[in-house]
């Protein structure tokens, strides 16, 4: 079955018993995963971060569940990397804003192929950014000086161009990450006009997420976002220092703004150093569970929320615990909404 038929097949449920959404894991660490701007799941285990060095220049990190560094590459063909998504045979495909370029290479780090150069005309980017794929296969790039989504199919052909530089319905200012649905469905995090705008599969516009503001289901220059197959879409907000969920209405739900442990990775290298053993137990433990500057998010199919925290150089992992319900299962939407029962 492709991606585009499993679509058609599967359908949301009509609503949701929201049991929780709970701290699961920390997994890497200062100095191996450094500044994570992006993360992904592969097989047997893996997980992958792409790392931004301190000046220019970026590689992809492999660990794995158990917190052991598997080692990095690819950092010979990245200046500036944006965003990143891994294919079925475990090759990347990485937007770089430095080169205007979308870079595919294999997990040796070896260069597959590459398209783009610097523009404003039809298959030209100007700081490509967010990177998916499509039920189809073809690749989605966010392209963020242009105010644009463009399309392409994996040999780089230029097959659509979705929205307009504005701030209007449908238009864009400095698209970041961009995500796909189940149904096909476009989200881009719209940085510029703190929001999140949902495209239908064939580039119409449908709404927006989120406005200004630091409040509940208020945005601050969004980098990032992913989207479950419950519908639920949940947003990197990096001024805010947290990722937000709304519902497939638009509606919001929940923030994360961590809950972070020590990391198997980083406590081996702590209990080396008395020094920062001090340091650590004098701080406030409060300081060191947060969010800090979140750049993406991911949630993969154990229904893992996987959130890369780049300020402090690691992932920080929830769980979501969900049950779908029928439209004969659950009241109808209220006007008035309060959890407490009588």
């Excluded at 997990?107 to 490509?128: I, T, V």
């Excluded at 137990?281 to 199919?301: H, T």
């Amino acid at each position: 079955m492709t991606l585009a038929e499993k679509s058609t097949t599967e359908t949301r449920p009509h609503a949701l018993l929201r049991a929780g959404f709970p701290y699961l894991t920390t997994i890497g660490m200062r100095r191996v995963t450094w500044f994570p701007i992006d993360v992904a799941v592969g097989k047997e285990g893996r997980v992958y971060t792409l790392d931004r060095t301190q000046g220019s220049g970026g590689y992809i990190r492999r660990i794995n569940w158990d917190d052991e560094d598997l080692g990095a590459f690819g950092g010979s063909e990245l200046t500036w990397p944006s965003s990143f998504v891994v294919d079925e045979d475990e090759n990347f495909w990485i937007t770089d804003e430095a080169k205007n370029k979308v870079i595919v290479i294999d997990g040796e780090g070896a260069l597959l192929k590459s398209w783009g150069e610097k523009g404003s005309g039809e298959g030209q980017f100007d700081r490509p950014g967010g990177i998916a794929f499509d039920n189809d296969g073809n690749v989605v790039v966010s392209d963020a000086v242009n105010g644009r989504i463009q399309r392409y199919s994996r040999e780089g052909v230029l097959l659509q161009t979705i929205g307009t530089q504005g701030s209007g319905d449908g238009e864009l200012d400095g698209p970041a990450g961009v995500a796909v649905d189940e149904r096909g469905d476009i989200y881009v995090a719209d940085w510029g006009n703190h929001r999140v705008v949902h495209f239908a599969a064939d580039g119409s516009f449908k709404h927006t997420m989120g406005s200004h503001g630091s409040g509940d289901g208020e945005l601050n220059r969004p980098t990032g976002l992913c989207v479950d197959s419950d519908g639920d879409v949940y947003v990197a907000d990096w001024g805010n220092d947290r990722v937000q969920q709304f519902d497939q209405n638009g509606r919001y739900v929940y923030k994360f703004t961590g809950n972070s442990t020590l990391s198997k990775m980083g406590r081996r290298y702590i209990e080396t150093s008395p020094r920062v053993l001090r340091i650590r137990e004098m701080g406030k433990m409060e300081e060191l569970e947060v969010l800090r500057a979140p750049r993406s998010c991911l949630m993969d199919d154990q229904n893992r929320l996987l959130i890369p925290d780049f300020g402090s150089h690691r992932i920080q992992v929830y769980k979501k615990e969900a049950y779908p319900l029928t439209e004969a299962e659950i009241a109808p939407i209220m006007e008035t909404v309060d959890l407490y029962t009588v």
